[in-house]
């Protein structure tokens, strides 16, 4: 048997396995029929003896070594090959036994790999990297590896002793190495050993990898992703709704490593430990999304996940891929939705990683200058190799499906679209027609995008892209990239450095702050205050605002009240909500004892109340990208740092006027002309007192006038607080009161008639005089639910801004100048107001009072003129176009002509 065993050995074979030099070493290990039965051949380095156990009889065969480095053979009688494990003892005596890795076959179909070497077997994730898999019915994990230009590719980890000679892995004709490992199980630390031309061997990590270790190690981790539960089924099927561009959406950009530290000790709270904190407190603020900065896995801290090398491994610094999945879940619960920063423009240099992977330039462009980010010290992808193609489409697909990702928000994407990004002359090679535009970037992105769309409809794509690229969210047909929304990079440039100046010189920059209307519609946009504005010497958002502590404080209420009113969706970024005095640091926790100040606690009060109102006015978010959204009253006001424009919906009664006071200065009586005839509510206010401002404001309804301003026909004038955002709504004027004085003019001619007729036998005029007691009574309960009201505060101002005038005079002009400009209401509170306006007005404001309560109340009158016969029977006749005397002053008549303008 030994003999004909010897006839079966392919000594060049057996050569290139024990020198570890075989890329097809199923063609000679494992088992095979031959005619003399089946030939079975191992390969256990440093071993002195081995056997093979078949499972059927449980009989111990032994094998024969062939080759002192450890190769063996056997010759089993039969024709068919048996369930079997091969048994052997290493050279300290101590014995093993497993499966042969050799004796089953590639789990690869032809259309696989023709698919992955075209760019579009999207789901190769599920064969590359390690899988946890049975094969009849044996359990192991079945390994693959994209190395095309290798010599020969191993599996080594804690199962083999990292020995690259034990676990060679077969090439098939797509460049991609494969080989089932019996009796590896999850939790097993693996690379992958590559011996590449030349013969330099080094070890990588898998770049499918589902886990990796922690920092500094960077070994891959095989972990099965078959066991989570998912709960979040009701939030995945809305999801289209909460995120459709009809929707309100404002994100909470987060950094997991330092949004919270743990007190015991410990670097990093474990995603299951963050979930319920981080979604209780984006609940709390009315944020709907989350942004987290790049979860896959980096080796290093400061570049903040921007530097992957694990692009299916979320990073073992906060758990497990399934504790990551928790985090996903408890969010959905929540309706919070999630968005995954992913970084497709670049990979760092690491060994371990990708870069020159099968010892050529596999991922990268040979080139350097197409190849190489000078700046970033970073390589760039090679989006013209369909295999690295598939390797990224997929990516994104895997996110969105095996994490319930809710978007995917590109990281510099402008720097995939331009060959010259960053670089200098002579840096950069020229497309094809002597451009400076990727080529095969834009298909790569119009192709991602295309499919990631088909896949997941109601998943978000967003760029961050920085330059004038035209339809960034245009339509594919349209030639357009294809995402949802771009980053409005210029309006965060813009409007941060027009924030920092002080008030007194806003003005010189008005044009930065109008200018981002000018192109607001060109894409679909997201404004975002991100993390790149509070890091590397910018200082925080608090920081960036001029004036006293009181003063940033108003500015930050303004800058956040502003962005929330602009067209389009909405970003911050972790802790400059509470107004973070201090610098962002990945190394360290959030300020949250800044909580513990009353100011800063106001201010994130008010972000929730902001997000409130947000979330409640269509008009703030349903036609963000329709011009009918926006429209302009007054941008112009430069001098006085104001802008005034209209928010819609395609209703009329949701429009909301918009005010915005960039500057210091308080503004009364500012007139401010409006879309509609009608009534105009303050609704939102920044600068109210709840929210540390000074309270200045307008909480009664303006009615409009017919008086011309920013050509418009009608006004209104509202009181301006310094440094703030006012909303006012709308509501059309009431249809009822036409209706009311046509109904009057009814009764008063029943009343007429029946007078004549003596209909009924009541006496004449006694409907008429029915009707005047019920507006009497009305109109006196107003006057009296006035007096009530009354701020002393207000009065002692009032009082003060006469000047020298005799107090006679005060109330005179007070009352004459609120006849002239003022609603009716107004009226009664600025008469009441100079009633308890102090000792030296008493007299005369009562004097005021009794006009006015006579032009109130017409079936009063003066006491010092008693009532005549011919009084009342004029009183009992039906009105008539005769002007009657009324037996008031000219200011009551005034006053009376007041009440009947307003009811009409």
Known sequence: M?????????WAEIEAVVYSEENHPRDILGPRVTEDG??????????????????????????????????????????KIPSYTLIYWDGDGNQMEHYDPYAYPMQFTGQEQKQFENGICYSIYEKLGAHPVKIDGISGVYFAVWAPNAIRVSVVGNFNNWDGRAYQMNLLESGIYELFIPGVRAGDIYKYEIKAKGGLTYLKSDPYANAAQLRPNNASVVFDLGKYEWQDENWMKKRGVAQSNKAPISVYEVHLGSWKKPDDGREFYNYREIAPMLASYVKELGYTHVELMPVMEHPLDESWGYQVTGYYAPTARYGTPDDFRYFMDTM?????????????????RDTFGLSAFDGTCLYEHFDPRQGSHPHWGTLIYNYGRPEVKNFLIANALFWAKEYHADGIRMDAVASMLYLDYGKQDGEWVANIYGGNENLEAIEFLKHLNSIFKKEFPDALLIAEESTAWPKVTGDLDDEGLGFDYKWNMGWMNDFTEYMKNDPVYRGAHHDQLTFSM???????????????????????????MPGTPEQKMANLR???????????????FMGQEFGQEKEWNEKQSLSWELLEDKEHLQLKNYMAALHAFYKAN????????????????????????????LRRTRKKEDTLLVVCNFSNVEYDDFRIGVPYPGKYKEMFNSDAEAYGGTGVGNPRVKMSKKTECDERKNSITVKLAPLSVQIFSYTKPETGAASNKSAKAKTAAKAAAEKKTGKKGKPAGKTEEAVKAVKAKKTTKTAQKAEKKVSEKTVKTAEKKQGTVTATEKVEKAVKQAIDSKPVKTVEQTVDKLVKAGKSAAAEAAKAVEKYRAAADPEKKPATKPETKSEAKSEAKPETKTKKSTGMSKLGEELQRKFETEEK
């Open 618 to 645: 269509p008009a703030l978010y349903q036609l963000d990208e329709k011009p009918e959204g926006f429209e302009w009253i007054n941008g112009m006001e430069w001098e006085k740092n104001l802008l005034i424009f």
């Open 332 to 348: 959905h619960q929540n309706d919070i939705g999630v968005i995954l920063d992913w970084v497709p423009a670049h990979f760092p």
């Open 558 to 572: 303004l800058a956040y009240a502003y962005q929330m009113v602009h067209p389009g969706k909405k970003l911050l």
């Open 2 to 10: 030994e003999e004909k065993l010897y006839d079966y050995m392919d």
């Open 38 to 79: 089946i030939l079975i051949q191992a390969f256990f380095p440093g071993a002195t003896r081995a056997a093979v156990h078949t499972i059927r009889d449980g009989k111990q065969t032994e094998m024969v070594c062939e080759d002192e480095a450890g190769f063996f053979a056997v010759l089993l009688p039969g024709k």
């Open 518 to 544: 000018v192109y607001a519609y060109s894409e679909k946009f997201m404004l975002s205050l991100s993390h790149d504005e509070v890091v590397h010497l910018k200082g925080s958002m608090y920081t960036k």
